[in-house]
């Protein structure tokens, strides 16, 4: 199995992936309905927007931060308050999770939730195709997180790779018995003109060359009207060549550890 495979398994089978589904879409309806180019909203504007709802979104179906229920208690509890800015529709269609399922866990001030040893922060990629989102042109803490080494490449650890590990954790601040976090992405698109938009998780790549994609792997949770190619016109380019698995190489003892990325001063857009 590869990191892809344990990830959306983890993921799709606690419900979580049908959560940020969920998230995304009510943030995108949202964010159409109020956007108003006569006003003076902009791309910016919807961006922006765009952001802070789904932030908020996620919060409401995982049970935190505002929106936090006490241990124990049920995912029906405080629905009143739930259901404030959302419409019937949404409302109805929210996955019920158990409270304590996901944990608010940001990385340097960039929000995060986290189930297991999963956590995943956001990052908008209106004007890149989804391939080519210029990680080494966005915040510190994105461009740690890109620089992970593969997660599925079985090798023999070299000092460099040891280096890599230790700034990590040492950046990281790890708690001693807490369990090692791998962090991904969910980059989104919405355009306010034509609507189109689109939600993928994955894990980021940074590369050097414009032809290499941007990830690891990614997996497309839910799109409107296309895939996002159509937001510039780029030209999606190849993922990177498949990695040996660890059922396919079974002689290698050793095996990059997944560490959790460094932290550092963060944009939440």
Not at 81 to 104: H, K, S
Request: aromatic share 8%; with cysteine; glycine share 8%.
């Amino acid at each position: 199995m590869t990191e892809k495979d344990d990830a959306l398994g983890d993921l799709g089978g606690a419900g979580v992936l049908d959560a940020l589904r969920w998230a995304w879409e009510s943030a995108r309806r949202q964010t159409l309905q109020a956007y108003d180019p006569e006003t003076g909203h902009d791309q910016g504007w919807v961006g922006y927007s765009a952001f802070k709802v789904l932030t908020d979104r996620l919060d409401r179906v995982f049970s935190c931060n505002k929106y936090a229920l006490r241990p124990g208690d049920a995912p029906t509890a405080g629905q009143d308050f739930l259901v404030a800015g959302l419409g019937p529709q949404e409302f109805m269609t929210m996955p019920r999770l158990a409270a304590d399922l996901v944990e608010y866990d940001e990385l340097n001030q960039s929000p995060g939730w986290r189930h297991g040893e999963w956590r995943i922060l956001l990052q908008s990629y209106s004007g890149h195709h989804i391939d080519r989102i210029p990680w080494r042109q966005k915040s510190r803490t994105k461009q740690r997180v890109a620089m992970q080494p593969d997660p599925d490449q079985l090798m023999i650890p070299s000092p460099e790779l040891k280096a890599f590990d230790a700034l990590f954790d040492a950046e990281e601040g790890q708690q001693e018995g807490r369990a090692p976090v791998v962090t991904l992405v969910g980059a989104y698109a919405l355009d306010g003109a034509t609507a189109e938009s689109a939600f993928y998780l994955g894990r980021p790549r940074l590369v050097k060359g414009r032809r290499e994609a941007a990830w690891f792997w990614r997996e497309l949770l839910t799109r409107n009207d296309g895939d996002g190619s159509r937001l510039t016109g780029a030209e999606p380019v190849a993922p990177p060549s498949p990695a040996p698995t660890r059922g396919q190489v079974e002689d290698v003892p050793v095996r990059v550890r997944r560490t959790p990325p460094a932290q550092s001063p963060e944009n939440r857009k």
